[in-house]
């Protein structure tokens, strides 16, 4: 993935890229890469012990990392809401679950850039994104893979296997002339941890796999909460060690799968003029805080936290971002990149991380915000975070038992010193939980944000398909 910066010179025209002196070959394509459920500290570029992802590893180190990429709730639907609208739930109203439709009324990214000229494809495998709920917006193709035969007999036509087989086809029949956005999405690593061999069991037994934890097993068929259901046991273990040895091989399975989508575009020419964005909707809960192989319900690191990477060597100088960055600023970063002009690197809700990526320092960074929970009537918990402090606010009185206690709304937390969020320092550091507990009340008592757009558009309802709703209910997200 390595090439000079004189390859870039031939693509032709140039691109200024906001106010600094990166420049990229006009037009770029550009390639978003997301992956279901893939908390960030389980990268080794985020300093996991394993070895799970080289090749995310590599765009890693030849791109810029941002090591605080935060998710504005923590499951697949309201996140991607969120990120494709630039908007937070609490404002487009899509929360808690899947299976909501978005308003035709809402403005889409992909609509922005097919105004722009692009051509838009996305390749995605979960159904909570499916053309029912609109999702589809703005896309010329829209591949839902769940709905196809598999592309080789016995293939799972949601596994990343096929997800790059079917993305490869997309790029294969692209018209080069013409830039593309291509958002591939890809279903591994969500529960059940199921990656095909050999590499299922490729961390099993390792020197960082210690079975002496176990997980107590319900007598019910589901359940996340101080233990599993009798549905969930695979192949009969309890010890969490194995869970978590399953999880890291689907990542290490959709890492090679990403592979062999950027040896494709590379052996074509294509990484010479595309700018690739690489993150997560949502990570996932291994048993912190009693919680297991879920996400969605709280607003702790590992559903919040997840990779996001830019990568486009030779435009943009390789660095770290350690402040909070919000995945609503990544339609308006796209936008910008793509040459749309915004107003105050501003757009909706989102600001542009442009200036971010040009500059080995973010200063200003506001604090992100998120929500999380499945309490109704806006009682969902609210959660803001720096680079080193995190205040959370539960509302729900059977969510409060599992963060600060019965009756206790609000915590802080020190990430830098207690990653794992178990103690909390409110009295130790009421200043940084003044600080926080201002930002968090200026974006929540702000003005309501409107996510619709008067263009004549008028929504219309789409039943969902069969496949869909098979497919969801497979997943855990109906019953």
């Not at 308003?103 to 159904?127: I, K, W, Y």
Request: charged share 20%.
């Amino acid at each position: 993935m390595h090439f000079a910066l004189t390859a870039l010179l031939l693509a032709g025209n140039w691109l200024q890229i906001g106010c600094g002196q990166s420049t990229a070959p006009s037009p770029s394509n550009i390639l978003l890469i997301t992956i279901d459920t893939l908390r960030a500290d389980h990268l080794s570029s985020y300093g996991y012990e394993r070895a799970t992802s080289p090749i995310i590893d590599s765009l890693a180190a030849e791109g810029v990392r941002f090591d605080n990429a935060i998710v504005q709730w923590p499951k697949t639907a309201p996140s991607f809401a969120s990120i494709f609208t630039a908007t937070y739930p609490k404002d487009n109203g899509i929360v808690r679950r899947v299976g909501v439709r978005l308003p035709q009324e809402f403005r889409m990214l992909a609509e922005v850039l097919q105004e722009q000229g692009f051509a838009t494809h996305a390749v995605v495998s979960n159904g909570a994104v499916a053309s029912e709920f609109n999702f589809d917006q703005g896309f010329d193709s829209y591949i839902e893979t769940w709905k196809l035969s598999p592309p080789e007999e016995g293939q799972d036509p949601t596994a990343a296997g096929s997800v790059t087989q079917l993305a490869q086809a997309v790029i294969g029949d692209h018209d080069p002339y013409q830039p593309f956005f291509l958002w591939v999405h890809y279903l591994d690593p969500h529960f059940p941890y199921a990656a095909p061999a050999p590499v299922t069991d490729r961390f099993e037994g390792d020197i960082y796999f210690d079975s002496t934890e176990q997980i107590e097993i319900k007598d019910v068929p589901i359940r996340q909460m101080a233990g599993i259901g009798t549905d969930q046991v695979l192949n009969g273990r309890t010890d969490l060690a194995y869970y978590i040895a399953r999880y890291d091989a689907e990542i290490a399975y959709a890492d090679a799968q990403i592979g062999k989508l950027l040896d494709f575009m590379g052996d074509r020419g294509l990484l010479e003029n595309t700018l690739t964005i690489l993150t997560s909707d949502h990570g996932e809960s291994l048993g912190e805080h009693s919680y297991y192989f879920d996400h969605g319900r709280f607003g702790f690191q590992p559903g919040l936290r997840v990779p996001l990477v830019f990568h486009y060597p030779g435009v943009l100088e390789p660095h770290v971002d350690s402040d909070a960055a919000e995945l609503i600023h990544l339609s308006p970063s796209i936008l910008e990149f793509a040459g749309v002009e915004l107003e105050d690197d501003r757009w909706m809700q989102g600001q542009s991380l442009v200036p971010r990526l040009e500059n080995t320092a973010a200063a200003g960074a506001r604090p992100a915000f998120s929500q999380a929970g499945y309490a109704t009537e806006r009682k969902w918990q609210q959660i803001v975070q720096d680079r080193r402090f995190k205040l959370m606010n539960v509302i729900a009185g059977d969510e409060q038992r599992w963060v600060g206690g019965p009756g206790v709304f609000q915590t802080l937390y020190d990430l830098e010193n207690d990653p794992g969020e178990t103690v909390d320092v409110m009295a130790q550091f009421p200043d940084a939980a003044e600080r926080l507990r201002r930002s968090m009340d200026q974006i929540w008592s702000a003005e309501p944000f409107s996510v619709l757009v008067d263009d004549g558009v008028t929504s219309e309802e789409r039943e969902m398909d069969d496949e869909t709703r098979r497919q969801l209910k497979a997943l855990g997200y109906l019953q």
